[in-house]
Structures are given as structure tokens and as C-alpha cells.
């Protein structure tokens, strides 16, 4: 039965964290990454308001070999990175254990990763890996994603409860609006971008943990 994981790592302990340099201010999302030979090709949503610091952090990095400009989808613009990925031991041992990327944020502290693993076994394995391989791991939360009980409030982290909570009560999703996720944000003490993140993956895992569990529990008729 999979696994699903969430932790954070410093940026400076994996190769693609160190590349990719998250500046004060600027915050990264993964949307995936597709695999190309050895290594893997990650897609980055970065905020129009930061794409020329953004890019121009990658220009003198040593494993980046291009980076492209995909799509520019309202305030922000997707990236295509080619980078040399072998020597990389975080996404090396993603790789081994084959898990999947859900989602990941780099900011300037550190890197925030939703990964499934196809089993407690893997997962133990992966954070042996990286123990050996000196990656600092804080793992802060382990669920079932087949289970609608998961944890107290359906699989959501307290951070993304309490945003989901507030974001709800000061009419963020009343037509019309009654407030912005910046004002949400100010509140809160984050940045736009991290309310942003944290309403779109609070949503994601509560569907996953109720609706679409719902559905594949749903015998057909």
C-alpha cells in the first residue's frame, strides 16, 4: 500500500536546491518532473514578478544547461530546466525507491516535498539513503492517501487547516470575493505565494482523501 510523506530539506543539501538558488522573496513550484535518460526534467512555476531574478540566478550555475520558457499561465510562467542531475543524491534515492513528486516549493530556507511511495519499506529505505548521504530530512507528517480518516482533519497539515479556515471565514471564497490572498497573507505573516500554495494543496488533499477516495470506493452501477 503507498505512502505518502511530507518533509522538508534545506536547499543546500541537494544539488537541484543549490542550482536553482531560492533568493528572499521568490518562492518555486514544482510541477513535475519528467524523466529524460539518467536524469529528470523538472518543470518550475515561478511568479511573473520574479522570473528575471529567477532566470537570472541559473545563468552562471555549472549543472544547468538550459532553461526554457513553457507557458504563462495569469501572474505566473512555467520553466522547462536541463540540468546535470546524476550526481543529485536527493532524486537519485526518489528515483531508486520509486516514488513520485506530488508537489515541492522551494524558498529561501528550504524546499517543502509531498512525495508517495509505493510502501512503509521504501520510504524507510529512502530516509536511510539519505541519512548516509548527510541530507538534512524533517519529515513532518506520514499518511495513507487511500484512507478519508487520514489524520484529524482528512490528511491537512495544521499550517494548511488553519489557512483553509481563515481563508473561509473572511469570504475568500464568497461571490464576489470578500478578500485577496494577499490580505490573507499579511494576516498570517507569509507571503502571497505560500497562502496561494498552501489553499491549492490543502484542496488537493482533501479531494484526494475524500472525493476521489469516495469515488474509487464507489462500486459501479
Not at 544539488?15 to 518550475?44: D, H, K, N, Y
Amino acid at each position: 500500500m503507498s505512502v505518502i510523506a511530507e518533509l522538508s530539506v534545506p536547499g543546500e543539501d541537494f544539488g537541484l536546491g543549490q542550482a536553482l538558488e531560492v533568493v528572499s522573496g521568490i518562492a518555486i513550484e514544482l510541477e513535475s518532473m519528467v524523466p529524460m535518460g539518467e536524469t529528470a526534467i523538472p518543470f518550475f512555476w515561478v511568479h511573473n514578478s520574479h522570473r528575471d531574478t529567477f532566470t537570472a540566478n541559473l545563468t552562471d550555475q555549472d549543472v544547468v544547461n538550459e532553461i526554457s520558457e513553457i507557458d504563462t499561465l495569469e501572474n505566473k510562467t512555467l520553466y522547462a530546466l536541463e540540468w546535470n542531475g546524476e550526481t543529485d543524491q536527493l532524486f537519485q534515492a526518489i528515483q531508486q525507491q520509486g516514488a513520485q513528486v506530488l508537489s515541492a516549493t522551494g524558498t529561501p530556507r528550504e524546499w517543502e516535498f509531498e512525495l508517495r511511495f509505493p510502501s512503509h519499506e521504501s520510504l524507510s529505505d529512502f530516509q536511510r539513503y539519505c541519512n548516509q548521504a548527510q541530507i538534512a530530512l524533517d519529515v513532518a507528517r506520514i499518511y495513507n492517501p487511500t484512507r478519508p480518516d487520514s489524520g484529524p482533519w482528512f490528511g491537512l497539515t495544521p499550517v494548511q487547516r488553519e489557512t483553509l479556515l481563515l481563508a473561509i471565514e473572511r469570504g475568500y471564497y464568497e461571490i464576489p470575493r470578500q478578500c485577496t490572498t494577499l490580505e490573507l497573507a499579511e494576516e498570517l505573516g507569509v507571503s502571497d505565494q505560500a497562502i496561494t500554495e498552501r489553499l491549492r494543496r490543502a484542496i488537493v488533499t482533501l479531494a484526494s482523501n475524500t472525493v476521489q477516495f469516495s469515488s474509487a470506493q464507489t462500486p459501479e452501477m
